[in-house]
């Protein structure tokens, strides 16, 4: 089973091509992760990440419930509880 965690993406570093790659911060640790599949995400996307690659951009909704799914399961420790704006609507 491959489990993806989002991470909300904090700058680009470089956005073009093949090795484009972009900070992405969960819950205050900062990570380098390969953007190639999510191009199209911008600073403050919350970006699905499985081994270092993004692999979907989501909206706070989604990374809110994979993160309460994870407190379901004990496996929270260093996560957010809540993310502040998990409530609004990312239209």
């Known amino acids: 089973?491959?489990?993806?965690?989002?991470?909300?993406?904090?700058?680009?570093i470089e956005r073009e091509g093949i090795f484009s790659q972009a900070?992405?911060?969960f819950d205050g640790v900062r990570r380098?992760?390969?953007m190639a599949c999510v191009t199209e995400a911008e600073v403050g996307d919350y970006i699905l990440v499985h081994a270092g690659i993004a692999?979907?951009?989501?909206?706070?909704r989604e990374a809110q419930r994979i993160f309460d799914t994870l407190a379901e399961w004990g496996e929270d420790e260093?996560?957010?509880e809540t993310l502040p704006d998990a409530g609004e609507d990312e239209s």
């Open 1 to 12: 089973m491959c489990l993806g965690i989002p991470g909300q993406l904090v700058r680009w």
């Open 23 to 25: 900070e992405i911060e």
């Open 32 to 34: 380098v992760v390969h």
């Open 55 to 60: 692999i979907n951009r989501i909206d706070a």
């Open 78 to 80: 260093g996560w957010h």
